[in-house]
């Protein structure tokens, strides 16, 4: 061989290797996360990634997530972090293949789903805490004592490092939107990239969307009395007992110190019996799936695990993920647990963390100029909008914001969306008529117009 052919060939190497290294400085580690097909996938445009981003190198804990990039023009479009509660249950399993993700778990295959936020954004949806779905530890003891603080910081930190593998989006506009106890780590999150920002401007936050979120535990937890009565879930008399001699949030702190009094208990059962275990508390309008027993009620309603039935798509999701062909596709292991479970069956949470109010952080949060919109599905009686909509409009008063959009109908198509009231351009509170507390999984084409609307900083469409 000729040594102008080596030559030739130690020239072509060289270029390769370095083809390679300018590929792997620009998108450091995200191209080996990169989801090339999931099983039963119909085809796509856009793009997939999904795997892990370790918050802890000594204990080896590793939050797992996954990410779909939006469907056009992903470098124009900002980035969506999604939360959902429990706590300790999925973002995976509920957000994305149950409500506002693209795809949705039908028999053997993934079926499309017309409304989802990947539509509008970047959508990155998160298992959080340590221990919840694919997210582990190599150390047990991580799962132990776990908090709204531990939690924050460690979202933090996955965001961090996130960036790292993927550097393109450190500067994207950045939004936080989650449900139910992602009422608590949401805003905790935001305040501590904020104070992060005064050291390093890393984090772009240009708003926040909590949807029937818990904000303030003895509001939350108390509207639940008028709302079950005003349904007709309950009699007069027990929404006499109810409001005067035990209220709810009563119950479950005693409920979470052991020591339930005599009288909560009758109330309590009185209530249940009359709800009836076969109407889905989260959607009192929803026909149930008997088969289901979800529960982001595992703490929301103690004592209720059975109760949390939605129309069988938990029971779809559940079988997906746990197709060893779907955790090789998504980069996902098993570490310390035999199946992957919507809400975690390991993690020891600090349960009386529901106690502290967040609704002062979401304060501190419009002070330092963060938007924020509070949305309720009115159809969901574990976080009722009547609790919310006092919380926002008395958090309203409290800043002397003026009301820039009043209390009003908003529309998607010719039909009434729901109702909203914005205050100083900044804080927001919207209906969305017909929906769950899982407000995208059953009004998903009126949740992807708020969210459009919540993106675009507008207001909610008035008329058709």
Request: contains cysteine; proline residues 5%; charged residues 20%.
């Amino acid at each position: 061989m000729s040594s102008l052919h080596w030559k030739v060939v130690a020239l072509v190497s060289i270029l390769l290797q370095l083809c390679f290294c300018i590929l792997v400085e620009s998108n450091p580690s995200s191209h080996f996360d990169r989801v090339t097909w999931l099983p039963g996938q119909p085809q796509v445009g856009f793009q997939q990634y999904s795997g892990y981003v370790t918050v802890d190198e000594k204990k080896q804990r590793a939050l797992f997530y996954y990410f779909a990039e939006a469907e056009i023009d992903p470098a124009s479009k900002p980035l969506v972090l999604w939360l959902n509660g429990g706590p300790g249950c999925s973002s995976l399993g509920v957000g994305a293949f149950s409500e506002n993700g693209p795809f949705r778990p039908s028999g053997e295959v993934l079926v499309r789903n017309e409304f989802s936020w990947n539509r509008e954004a970047n959508m990155l949806y998160l298992e959080t805490p340590i221990g919840v779905g694919f997210s582990y530890s190599r150390d047990t003891s991580s799962y132990e004592g776990v908090n709204d603080k531990i939690t924050a910081r460690d979202n933090m930190m996955f965001l961090q490092n996130w960036f790292v593998k993927f550097p393109q989006y450190r500067n994207r506009s950045l939004f936080i939107t989650g449900e139910s106890y992602a009422g608590h780590y949401i805003p905790q999150l935001a305040q501590l990239m904020l104070e992060f920002n005064k050291k390093e401007n890393l984090f772009n936050l240009k708003g926040i969307a909590l949807g029937n979120p818990v904000l303030e535990f003895a509001t939350d937890f108390n509207s639940r009395a008028e709302y079950f009565w005003s349904h007709g879930l309950i009699s007069d008399s027990t929404y006499t007992m109810f409001t005067s001699f035990c209220n709810y949030s009563r119950y479950v702190s005693e409920y979470y110190r052991g020591s339930v009094s005599p009288i909560c208990s009758r109330v309590m059962s009185q209530v249940t019996r009359e709800t009836s275990r076969f109407v889905d508390k989260y959607d009192v309008t929803l026909d149930v799936c008997i088969s289901s027993v979800l529960s982001q009620s595992k703490v929301l309603t103690p004592k209720q695990m059975g109760e949390r039935i939605d129309v069988c798509v938990e029971d779809e999701t559940v079988n997906y993920l746990n197709r060893k062909d779907v955790q090789l596709a998504l980069h996902a292991r098993l570490v310390g647990v035999r199946r992957w479970d919507v809400c975690s069956n390991i993690l020891d949470y600090e349960l009386l963390d529901l106690e502290i109010p967040t609704i002062t952080i979401v304060r501190e949060l419009v002070n330092a100029g963060i938007p924020v919109l509070v949305y309720s599905g009115d159809q969901d009686s574990v976080i009722p909008l009547t609790g919310s909509r006092k919380l926002v409009n008395e958090l309203a008063k409290q800043l002397k914001l003026r009301t820039t959009v009043p209390y009003r109908v908003w529309f998607e198509g010719q039909q009434v969306g729901g109702w909203t009231q914005v205050y100083g351009n900044i804080l927001s509170f919207a209906t969305i008529r017909g929906a769950s507390h899982e407000a995208p999984f059953s009004q998903p084409e009126r949740s992807l117009v708020l969210f459009k609307a919540f993106l675009d900083g507008q207001p909610l469409p008035e008329a058709f």
